[in-house]
């Protein structure tokens, strides 16, 4: 008899609500699974979002910005703008949601209840490890704020310090993720020391957190510090009845996170602390709609309020799972940013001619090719018939030794980039961004080189389409000699084989073949010894 009354494994290990929760926040934050099967990282419109949770914005799957990093780079642009809409979205998800995001929401967050699964000696919470869990607001302080802000108005250079010295995600999901694809083994010439330590806070992170419940939430989490100044205005969260409470402490014992009463700033809204409240005092609350009532007796309006989401619950999955689709289907095949198929349907010529009507005067981009759509869609392995413009010596490609198939950008001050103008020229194409710390900084060594030799050489910057700082206003204080344009659908960037990661160089000798193309960051003796190359 009682072998029966005992629940089966699957009853044992059936998943809760709440982590069938989280499972779902980290595939609708990772949507775009193409990403992790091409190598790619995703570039469209939904990148300028910020998603609720702690997930890095150059993980393949990705498909929003990481809040955290968008901070970051908006105190570092604070000497050219406000960075208002990263202000308004965090006091969004802060007010509503508030740490209900780590809790629930976060996928950095599973991964860290997932290592702590580990059988392993674990390390109870303390008072020391309530003092420790203040370490989050100096990180923030200091590697959020500090820093960033400091570089940004001192040397006008983005450096989201956190980002580049500490974040595990980063790490893990941006790095790792890229790398293990075998269309990224050329990533592996830009490892140096600062992965190698990156790697290794990365694997120390972890070990802590299979042995200490959320170490990287409870000690260093920068997003967790912010959200949990919203503790005391979140709307939806845990919420104590304080006539039923007997403040017997269960709570807070119960508690894997370093709280002092349930709801204040490290509490992380999981819901646990209702299973051991014996007086059903807790509840999940949205404002006055109670969203998980403990199921106590004498509940009284809790076991009512709560038949509401029960009867709407089942709307709300379908709801929920419709847009779960929707955003795979969106983001692995009808996206105009994953969609390889789309080609610019006119050529160069007619884009550029006065009688087609199209305005370029202001600034925007016009990216074309020369072949006439069917043309274009040539492989990569076949030869382009003479008669275009081009010797017919080399195969359409971006690898070392084939020729780039040609493309034509409008620059900022007015002037065509035209790829077929340039046979007899060396040809520099490097691929940057405003919010890309070595790209600016090696913007200089490619202006000294376009400078030092004048007329024999071609070159044009190319900033993506994904915009966080307006390149015009952020070059509009700096003198660099050669010509920048956006590659406004990608064009380009699918032209020279590139991946979303940056910065990336490309050089073309005098035949218009490709004798370099590498993602990383250059030097001015690298560049002259690239020429020198080029030119033999």
Known sequence: MDELLKPNWRQAHRPTKRRLVQL????????????????????????????????CYS??????????????????????????????????????LGRTICGWLCPFGLMQELLHKIPTPKIRKSRFTRTLSWLKYVILAVFVIAV???????????LPSFCKYICPAGTLEGGIGLLANPANTSFYSMLGILFTRKFVIMVVIGLICV?????????????????????????????????RCNRCGACVRHCGMDVDRVGDHECIHCGKCMEVCSQGAISIRAGRLILRDPGKSGAGEGHEA???????????????????????????????????????????????APSTGT??????????GTEAPAEREMSATEEEPAGDGFENDGLIGHEVGQRLEDFMLQCYNGEAFHLADTRGKIVFINLWATYCTPCIQELPYFSELYEAHGDDIAMIAVHPRLVTMDPVDFLSDRSFAMPFATDTDDTVTKIVGGTGTLPQTIVLNRKGMVVYNRVGSVTPEMLEALYDEADK
Do not use: M
């Open 24 to 55: 779902y926040s980290a595939l609708l934050h990772n949507a775009h699974i193409k990403g992790f099967i091409d190598g790619k990282i995703y570039t469209g419109n939904a990148k300028y979002a910020c998603v609720p949770g702690f997930n």
């Open 148 to 158: 960033p802000l400091w570089y940004g108005l001192r040397y006008q250079i983005p």
């Open 306 to 352: 709560s038949a509401r989401p029960s009867r709407w619950g089942r709307i709300l999955c379908g709801a929920a799972l419709a847009l779960l689709c929707f955003a795979l289907i969106w983001f692995n095949f009808l996206d105009p940013a994953v969609r390889d198929d789309i080609k610019p349907a006119q050529k160069a010529e007619e884009l550029l």
């Open 359 to 368: 305005d370029l005067a202001e600034g925007n981009v016009t990216l074309a």
């Open 211 to 243: 042995f200490c419940y959320r170490g990287f939430c409870r000690f260093i989490c920068p997003l967790g510090a912010i959200y949990g100044l919203f503790s005391r205005f979140n709307l939806i969260g845990v919420k104590v009845d304080a006539q």
């Open 59 to 96: 993980c393949p799957g990705a498909v929003g910005a990481c809040p955290l990093g968008a901070v970051q780079n908006a105190l570092a642009s604070t000497g050219h703008r406000a960075g208002w809409y990263v202000l308004g979205i965090l006091l969004l998800f802060g007010v509503i």
